[in-house]
């Protein structure tokens, strides 16, 4: 079995797989100030609780937007699970062309979602992932990476509604039965899902007009992925587990050992 860590700066999601069988999936918070012991104790409690001994893994791999936690989260691995898990940086193999500006300013996530949905669905393609940010990533009819959008991340946007204003509650991010709120609660509501809606479908439209490629697939990620395909048609799958699934590929495309 390995273990996939994708270290985002609100959560850690990780997975464990058999072969090409996941496992098992999980997600932590990400805390800056938590030890690899902290971290270490979470991980066998989680993995205990669903049947998965330590020693039953044999290899690992982490992707990081997360510098800081780089070091913590390698010696967890190598303290609770006895191995040396890979790094998504520069020099491991992915197979991806990256015609941007600046290769290395392209996020770990990033790269791990677009080598993913390549495999998965071929190209032309736009990734959507719902993260901390929201991101748009874009793969041309040759399946190289010629960039994409960041976008405020829908959890900030609320946060940063709420912290702003005296009045405003924290509320569910929901859809609400109407586009006019009744209440302040749906109006926020409103505002929040319907106007990410129509940023990830007026985004998508217009990337789309500049890529000048014919049936181009949109895939959606990310927590509110589901929700928000629901309600607009430019989104074409919903996979949950892009980014994690790439963690597995990447991991066997660079595994030397076996």
């Known amino acids: 079995m390995i273990i996939c860590l994708d270290v985002g700066n609100t959560n850690i999601k990780f997975a464990v797989y058999d072969g090409d ?11 800056h100030k938590k030890t690899s ?26 992707s990081s937007v997360v510098p800081q936690l780089d ?17 998504l940086a520069p020099g491991l193999k992915t197979g991806l062309n990256l015609k941007v500006d600046n290769a290395k300013e392209v996020g770990a996530d990033r790269v791990v979602n677009n080598v993913a949905a390549v495999r998965k ?9 719902f993260g901390t940010a929201t991101t748009f990533n874009v793969i041309n009819d040759k399946g190289d990476f ?7 991340g829908i959890k900030g946007s609320l946060e940063s509604l709420v912290n702003g204003t005296a009045k405003l509650p924290r509320v569910e991010i929901e859809r609400p039965s109407t586009v006019i709120g009744k209440n302040t609660i749906t109006n926020m509501q409103s505002g929040i899902f319907y106007g990410f809606a129509g940023l990830v479908e007026f985004l998508v ?3 789309k007009r500049e890529m000048k490629c014919e049936n ?3 895939v959606a ?12 048609s430019c989104i074409d799958k919903v996979d949950k587990l892009l980014t994690l699934d790439g963690l597995k590929y990447l991991y066997n495309l660079n595994n030397t050992e076996e």
């Open 146 to 152: 010629i960039g994409g959008v960041i976008a405020p």
């Open 216 to 218: 181009v697939t949109v």
């Open 205 to 207: 439209k217009k990337i």
């Open 221 to 232: 990620t990310g927590g509110f992925s589901e929700i928000i395909a629901k309600e607009i």
């Open 71 to 87: 070091y913590t989260l390698d010696r967890t691995c190598r303290t609770y699970l006895k191995i040396k898990p890979m790094m």
């Open 21 to 31: 069988v996941l496992k098992l999936s999980f997600r932590v918070a990400t805390e």
């Open 37 to 62: 012991d902290e971290y270490g104790g979470q991980l066998l409690s989680i993995l205990g609780n669903n049947g998965v001994k330590p020693d039953d893994i044999t290899g690992g791999i982490i």
């Open 121 to 129: 669905y071929g190209y032309p393609l736009i990734i959507v992932d």
